[in-house]
């Protein structure tokens, strides 16, 4: 399945949860959800009863997106997923934030996970001093995360920092705003992660 490339903010909108698509635009309240807290559409305003099945699938699709992932990779992680140790639903969501764009993300260099994604892409992000293309590469704990020295002036990067002050870093990444690196000191547990997703209905659609 190709990347989705569409208006990001009706995605939001129909699937009724704020995934951080927009990133500074979102945390200006101006987002497309806010406004219009109703689906897309000439009917978007009547919100049909939703099947178990239709619950389990918006949960799924509610990952894909927050994530950028797509079916085949999500796929591959909830195998991974299962296969270890624990609940399968905490695991699947733990081990998609070890992605380096995730990881770019929650370290404050790009406002949203898009952004991280571009900037992996791009060649601007370094993995213990090694440049990483790879954006689904997963980042272990005690690994350093950097931004290259030529693009630490990047003004998307800077202005990324500087909204950390308002949203705040996450606890299991150490950064240096200055030198612009961190240090994704731990695997999160799930109960740290907040996103507006219930992996149980993912892991009930799969088991299917």
Avoid: C
Avoid at 33 to 38: A, G, S, T
Avoid at 74 to 97: P, S, V
């Amino acid at each position: 399945m190709a990347r989705y490339r569409g208006p990001v903010e009706k995605i939001e909108r129909r699937l009724d949860a704020d995934l951080g698509l927009k990133g500074e635009r979102r945390l200006a309240g101006k987002s497309a959800l806010e406004k219009r807290p109703y689906a897309p559409g000439q009917h978007g305003q009547r919100r049909a009863k939703i099947s178990e099945y239709g619950l389990q699938l918006r949960e799924k699709q509610k990952a894909k997106f927050l994530y950028g992932v797509s079916e085949k990779q999500f796929r591959k992680y909830f195998k991974e997923a299962a296969r270890r140790e624990g609940n399968t639903g905490a695991n699947l969501i733990t081990l998609i934030e070890q992605r380096l764009d995730n990881v770019v993300f929650r370290m404050g260099f790009a406002t949203t996970r898009a952004n991280a994604r571009q900037f992996t892409t791009h060649g601007h992000v370094l993995v213990d001093g090694k440049k990483v293309n790879i954006p689904s590469y997963i980042v272990k704990p005690g690994q350093k995360v950097e931004i290259k020295e030529k693009s630490k002036t990047n003004p998307q990067i800077v202005r990324s920092l500087e909204l950390t002050n308002q949203t705040g870093i996450v606890e299991w990444v150490d950064v240096d705003k200055d030198k612009v690196f961190g240090i994704f000191t731990r695997i999160p547990t799930r109960e740290e992660v907040v996103i507006p997703v219930e992996e149980r209905l993912i892991v009930e659609l799969y088991s299917k």
